[in-house]
């Protein structure tokens, strides 16, 4: 079965550093999203993204976040400068519609010094 | 905050028995979505079930959905230690209706 694959697993990086995770969602998947998850918290929405553009983005997708889909089969999610509250899981998914199952992968775990 | 909480926050069962969790939300919804997540692992979609739809099933899921009281459950019929996991419910949310938001899920630890 077709799955979203993300890399690093696990990324260890000092507080002001820019960060780029990556994500490689189904390929006939239109929908893309990042959401993120801090240690014994909930799920939480950052972006979504349809048609090479972001389509809604949450409060805690500031300017210093960004997300690009660079080729046909990679998105990934930049943080400009790294702060110690980044910290945390994240997860990318895809969705061949909105408002469908999104189908997630097994994360990376950020974490900042 | 359009989702409430889940609950129980933790449950406790032996294998074989059946374990119920609850979910809650506030704003009116076009589906509702369950999902699994195993310890350091992504979410698992589970089940979907529309507005107009009162119960579903799938293996051995039940999902029911009460517009109503703004509230589903999820049932797990007899359990196996393999579905020791956190379970979430999700509403679809934001203008554009893209974002999945969850509640704090349940914690489900089945012993055998």
């Known amino acids: 079965e077709p799955e979203v694959t993300q890399t690093p697993s696990h990324q260890v990086t000092q507080m002001g550093q820019e960060v780029i995770l990556r994500c490689v969602p189904i390929?006939?998947?239109?929908?893309f999203y990042w959401y993120r998850q801090i240690l014994g918290q909930k799920v939480e929405f950052l972006v979504s993204f349809y048609n090479n553009e972001i389509s809604e983005k949450s409060e805690i997708f500031d300017d210093q976040f960004s997300v690009e889909r660079p080729d046909g089969s990679n998105f990934t999610l930049k943080i400009r400068s790294t702060k110690l509250e980044d910290s945390a899981m994240y997860f990318c998914?895809?969705?061949?519609?909105?408002?469908?199952?999104?189908?997630f992968g097994d994360g990376t775990r950020l974490s900042i010094l | 905050s359009q989702q409430g909480e889940e609950d129980p926050q933790a449950l406790s069962i032996q294998e074989g028995e059946n374990a119920t969790m609850n979910c809650s939300y506030k704003t009116s919804i076009n589906n509702l979505q369950w999902y699994r997540q195993n310890s350091g692992r992504g979410l698992v979609h589970l089940i979907l079930?529309?507005?107009?739809?009162r119960e579903k099933h799938s293996g051995r899921l039940r999902v029911t959905l009460d517009t109503s009281k703004k509230s589903s459950s999820l049932l797990i019929t007899a359990s196996r230690a393999a579905d020791t996991a956190s379970y979430f419910c999700a509403t679809v949310g934001g203008q554009a209706g893209t974002a999945l938001i969850f509640g704090k899920g349940t914690t489900l630890s089945v012993s055998s």
């Open positions: 998914a895809s969705s061949a519609e909105s408002r469908q199952p999104q189908h």
């Open positions: 390929s006939n998947h239109l929908y």
């Open positions: 079930i529309r507005s107009n739809e």
